[in-house]
């Protein structure tokens, strides 16, 4: 089982020493401390496990330290930045493993460039040697990339020449839509196995600064205290300490406090039930804070991200996820108030941006997403969101026969209209009213209405409202024909109608880099027993399919 | 060798009707006349022959009618309007015959788009039956869709339900990005064998408008006729008529009168030289109307592409092409002038368009792309838009030693700065200098002045500008560079680097839908023996690997 809980006491990559308003994030990666068996991690190259930690470290960096306003990614290493993802690792790692590995990273990275923009702790890169690959393309996530002026300080996107694979964590996407490289400059790039180094690194765009090795750590605590002055983050605050989650990880399934997940193998179904808070929220932000991870939404997006990252990479077969919510929907109506209300204080924005990184998890997940809205549920706000990030929304219209609990009820509220975008910098609502978006509007006078099933449907917020009758049957048929169709041709299907509207950076890396790269993955010349990631190391040279497709 | 010219005397897949304002395009496949052996056409399925037909048709309408303002594109079969592409002849089909079809299909889709917005010449879908599959998404390339209201009639994707693999030919795209269809409904939809038919499918935005089969006719009739009203073709003009292409095609290449495509076929480069003209343009619009097929930019335009589709259809191993550009580069201003002088003349205009689609094909052929300017070429403005297509281009600084040839020189004209925009929608230079949009400013004021290899670096027009000491050594290992990579890891480099900037219903379809379904067509659950699409028609149940990607 692959854990994406970890902390920094245990970290064996990653150092983190905090100089407020600085903080200096190190890497600096133990070799010996694999993932897995069968390669080691030489020259800073990373596997899922160093980028697990490089996670937490974020997430805590936007928790714990609201004096931090700009972080220093550096390394531990002599004139070696980072080379990028472990090739041995590759090359041994099932296509499956590649692709969610590729997805994760890539996550990580939009969350350092949502840190930077939206929870004003800017990221700076300060490239000390040789960054290559996925060790540019983490220099690339950042707002500045500094870059050593010497004869071996080099930025590099070597995949093509070395590996006859794209380089899969977003560089070549940021490379021509972030810094606006010139594609045939970003084209003679990619084909330089050695990279760029000075001033043509600053003249391609392709880093920001250069300075000479004896004034760069001045340099660099220099710029980072200019971007740390552009912050809002509060210098006297009290963090919030990511205390180890609570979880109970069974057989069929996980149980968190607010969050259940239950796993059905014979139907490949996951359920996942949010609870509601089952008290009211904090009188205010000192209570807020005073809570601190028990916050009912800091605490569900934790366990939510926790369960996603976790079914994600242990449950492969699980094709299907269902989210149901329970409980007392004015507790969630009340929660979402004060979210809104206080959503410029420091810790309130923070919340609200983790759940809106959590949501867009949902978006890009492979894995088809119904949602159920049954009696008892509490669909409301927050919790209403997952309606829009989910592939259906089968609504119970109306009380179940026998049962006295009242007919499920689904209400909008602000957060479904602004807070939590997708990637593609719309709303949720607004994507889906793409064709009508007057529908939009309509919905947003709705928001505080308890909405049955005809209302909801009538006004396109859930796709099915079937009766008592029907329902059980509907729902069982639809999860049955989900699970008879292809996963493969599933996956493609969901990554080409969720993301109607703009395309930005985020869609583009997630759409188009990613699915090139995952052909590519599939491909003789990358992964066969003579393709070039197998090769790598060995002396030998790939022996290509020459056809081009 | 498949060929991709033909003429309405040897269709046998449709019939072309000139009622005009309307023309009706009406498919009625032979099952027989098959591109290759080993299927049968049924029910208005296609193959590429039956597209080339259908593309072939498309231009000439364009062309040869000028009378025609709008086009029915409807059924010879009762009660079929189009099966889509033929399952059988995918499932025998090579990847790369798979890709390249499915790309071929996608540019004449994306060419009925082109003919509605900007030829005027608009097209409207009467589905008189099952429009399944690529049927469904012919009929969403057009402006108006169409369906008979009765108990068959309907349309639909049963692509991922039936074959594990995508529409392949934008329909996902179309749905949510073009029709604007809720990303729910589009995904109940796609799961729907059977497909979607009357009320429900314009309430879902599937169509645009259903009509009894008694009256169909006549509302097809009568909604041509309004669609025809809004152009603006002239009535009264004679068309052009496309008479054979004159090409000579050899064992290392094609020869036409303005084109000649050399092949290297140990260096695995195709070389394309496009001669300027010859004499000076007519002297007006009655004498590029007299020149007709032979008017230069018209002849070109005809000669590149169907180079363009030769090349990717029977060199797939050519994995790099090289243009070059010889003659008067004054001819070529002069035609340039001309086309811009007569921009609004519908004949200009069509040509005008014919090259802005046929450089479109540059930008998504998987093949690297370098032009080369020496002493003797001609690269001005329409042809200088090669440069910026280009994944790179060469520019030889100065004079050869020994050859009084003068040193070559580049020209921009207005077409390098709105005429001719990629499918992102940009101009390539817009593009091209994203970064530093006014370098785009910089350029139009050069625009006319012959410009050397320095002041063409300078500019930003080329990416490299050698003298004659080094040029041949620099181009030539650039070449044998380019050869040693894998030719995948280049096809997803170029596709991701060449398209910055927004992203439209096109570049939508070749970027992220084309890269997720040739990743599916590489995938075992749909073409390994137990896959879906070879299964497809024998009873037995395809035996998928149940893990998701």
Request: proline share 5%.
């Amino acid at each position: 089982m692959i854990d994406f809980q970890t902390h920094p006491d245990q970290y064996r990559h990653w150092k983190l020493k905090i100089d407020a308003p600085v903080a200096y994030l190190t890497m600096d990666v133990d070799p010996e401390a694999t993932l897995r068996p069968g390669y080691e991690l030489k020259m800073n190259s990373y596997d899922l496990g160093v980028d697990i930690e490089l996670y937490d470290a974020i997430q805590r960096l936007r928790f714990e330290h609201p004096e931090v306003r700009s972080v220093v990614l550096d390394s531990g290493k002599e004139r070696i930045f980072c080379a990028g993802a472990n090739i041995r690792m590759l090359g041994a790692s099932t296509h499956a493993h590649k692709v969610n590995f590729c997805k994760f990273t890539n996550e990580t990275r939009n969350g350092i460039e949502d840190a930077s923009e939206n929870s004003r702790q800017r990221y700076l890169c300060a490239v000390n040697g040789t960054a290559a690959g996925g060790g540019y393309e983490l220099a690339l996530a950042t707002d500045h990339i500094m870059l050593i002026d010497d004869d071996s300080a080099a930025v590099s996107l070597p995949e093509v020449p070395l590996l006859a694979v794209l380089p899969g964590t977003g560089g070549l996407t940021r490379l021509v839509d972030k810094r606006k490289v010139r594609r045939d400059l970003a084209d003679v790039f990619c084909a330089v196995e050695e990279g760029i180094k000075g001033q043509r690194a600053v003249d391609w765009r392709l880093v920001d600064e250069i300075a000479p090795a004896s004034k760069f750590a001045e340099a660099v605590r220099a710029r980072a205290e200019a971007l740390a002055a552009t912050s809002d983050r509060p210098a006297d605050a009290a963090g919030v300490p990511f205390t180890p989650l609570q979880r109970d990880i069974g057989d069929d399934g996980v149980d968190y406090p607010n969050l259940t997940v239950a796993i059905d193998r014979t139907g490949r179904v996951a359920t996942l039930t949010l609870k509601a808070p089952t008290a009211a929220p904090p009188a205010d932000l000192a209570g807020i804070a005073a809570a601190g991870v028990d916050y009912w939404p800091l605490a569900l997006a934790r366990e939510l991200d926790d369960a996603i990252l976790h079914l994600r990479s242990n449950e492969g077969e699980i094709g299907t996820w269902v989210f149901k919510a329970v409980g007392d929907g004015d507790a969630v109506a009340a929660y979402d108030a004060q979210l809104q209300a206080h959503a410029d204080h420091w810790l309130v924005r923070e919340i609200v941006l983790y759940w809106k990184r959590t949501l867009k998890r949902v978006d890009v997940t492979s894995r088809t997403t119904f949602t159920l809205v049954e009696p008892g549920s509490c669909f409301v706000g927050l919790l209403a969101e997952l309606l829009f990030a989910s592939d259906r929304s089968y609504m119970l219209d109306g009380q179940v026969e026998g049962d006295s609990t009242p007919a499920a009820t689904v209400r909008l509220g602000e957060m479904n209209f602004g807070p939590l975008p997708m990637g593609n910098g719309l709303t949720r609502l607004a994507t889906r009213f793409l064709g009508e978006p007057e529908s939009v509007d309509r919905a947003h006078a709705l928001v505080g209405q308890a909405l049955d099933g005809g209302a909801a449907l009538a006004a396109g917020l859930v796709t099915f409202a079937p009766d008592d009758i029907d329902w059980e049957d509907e729902v069982r048929m639809a999860l049955e024909e989900r699970a008879s169709f292809s996963p493969d041709a599933l996956t493609g299907l969901e990554a080409n109608l969720r993301f109607a509207g703009p395309e930005t950076v985020e869609t583009k890396i997630f759409g188009r880099l990613s699915a090139w790269q995952n052909w590519i993955f599939q491909r003789p010349n990358a992964v066969s027993e003579q393709g070039a990631l197998k090769l790598y190391g060995s002396g030998a040279r790939p022996n290509y399919n020459l056809e081009r497709v």
